[in-house]
């Protein structure tokens, strides 16, 4: 009896709202991505755009005149680490809101969490279907595939006009690459074009024969890949390797260069849709800004999961700075509750001019974005490094 009185005291305690707690300076807002694992492939690039945000908002005054202050949490690359790093954002850091986590397959376990502390969630790098259903404070500013990938398609029947055969392969252990590969089949049919063979994989695994046999054996002339990075790239690089001539499609888990070192000069000709380039300045300043500031840091071109990272800290910097104007109160005088609250409808008005061009976010969560590219990868003579090239 006692140990029951004592366990429901304690779950009293934690279901308390903290009423009392303000908005600490200068303002946490927590960043919950892979620092570790093979999803760090994507985390350690949103690292880099989120940083540069930091220092470079904070730079020119912060939420008018009042710092912000990133915390990292390490979220690994699974649903547990990415729990764990939101609990630790929200109940001991006592964030504003939280930017992350890496992948949709983590979205679905960690996102109801805050929804359930009413705090805004800005999922980065989340471009699974359903991720703004999940609750009333989860929003993203990456857009969703259903909007982005077939791009992809349409520039492979451009490169190749008698394209008919197509093989899809995708991970099934994985929520995004799942969601993907729905998109690609249906666009693929839409476009006129046959899937000759659907082959399934693990992002655990590293030995393709069988897929690349069941490709090779249905005489395809374009393949299109649903997976992360490390899988994709050694995907990629044992097709070419056992004797694979034709077209290739990556989906977003291949629209990194940290997947370069994978496949190494077998990457090249990877075509892959992207809701951001570093290539398209030209109409966008603040994208001509971006990349140069991303360059001089980083000593490299942002990435699109560097760029969307960089976005989301602007997008709450920017929100914050609206509730201020429109409530001529500081933000370190709200109760850490109503200024989630506030924060929430906030991130869902008005528009957003980021390095991905002008941005908002719907009243669902949901991003609305005008602009899409398709590059293909273009390898260095060292193997390793090389380049997103826009065509698209
Ligand atoms: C996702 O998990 O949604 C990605 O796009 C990687």
Do not use: H, W
């Not at 990133?70 to 790093?85: H, R, Y």
């Not at 397959?105 to 109801?112: E, I, L, R």
């Not at 690089?237 to 888990?253: A, C, E, F, H």
């Not at 000709?269 to 380039?277: E, G, I, M, R, T």
């Amino acid at each position: 009896m006692k140990r029951i009185v004592i366990a429901l005291a304690l779950v009293l305690c934690a279901a308390q709202p903290a009423l009392a707690d303000k908005v600490a300076t200068p303002i946490p807002i927590g960043i919950a991505v892979a620092q570790t694992s093979n999803v760090a492939l994507f985390g350690q690039e949103q690292v880099n755009g989120a940083k540069l945000a930091e220092e470079r908002l904070n730079a020119a005054g912060g939420v008018n005149g009042t710092k912000i202050a990133l915390v990292f949490q390490d979220t690994a690359g699974d649903e547990a680490g990415a729990v764990n790093a939101f609990q630790n954002l929200l109940n001991r850091d006592k964030v504003v809101a939280i930017i992350g986590p890496t992948l949709s397959q983590q979205a679905f376990a960690a996102n109801p969490i805050a929804d359930r502390a009413k705090t805004p969630v800005v999922g980065p790098s989340n471009t699974a279907k359903g991720i703004p259903e999940i609750g009333e404070f989860v929003g993203r500013i990456s857009a969703p595939m259903t909007q982005v990938a077939p791009n992809s398609l349409k520039q492979a029947m451009k490169i190749k006009p008698d394209l008919k055969r197509v093989a899809v392969l995708y991970a099934q252990n994985d929520a995004f690459s799942s969601s993907e590969t729905t998109t690609f089949q249906d666009a693929i049919k839409e476009l006129g074009l046959e899937t000759v063979t659907v082959q399934k994989f693990q992002t655990t695994d590293t030995d393709f024969t069988t897929q690349v046999t069941a490709v090779l054996g249905a005489n395809a002339d374009l393949v299109v890949i649903s997976g992360l990075a490390a899988d994709s790239g050694n995907l990629v690089k044992q097709l070419r390797q056992l004797g694979y001539k034709g077209l290739i499609v990556g989906g977003n888990g291949l629209n990194s260069p940290n997947m370069f070192p994978v496949c190494g000069a077998l990457c090249n000709d990877v075509l892959v849709a992207q809701a951001y380039s570093p290539g398209a300045v030209d109409k966008n300043p603040v994208n001509k800004d971006f990349a140069a500031a991303f360059e001089a840091a980083y000593k490299k071109g942002p990435a699109q999961f560097s760029a969307q990272a960089y976005a989301a800290v602007q997008v709450v910097v920017e929100a914050l700075a609206k509730i201020e104007k429109e409530t001529g109160k500081k933000i370190a005088d709200f109760e850490l509750a109503d200024l989630r609250a506030a924060l929430n409808k906030s991130l869902r008005t008005g528009t957003y001019l980021t390095p991905m061009g002008e941005i908002s976010m719907a009243p669902s969560g949901e991003v609305q974005q005008k602009d899409f590219y398709v590059s293909k990868i273009v390898m260095n003579p060292d193997g390793k490094t090389g380049a997103f090239v826009l065509v698209s």
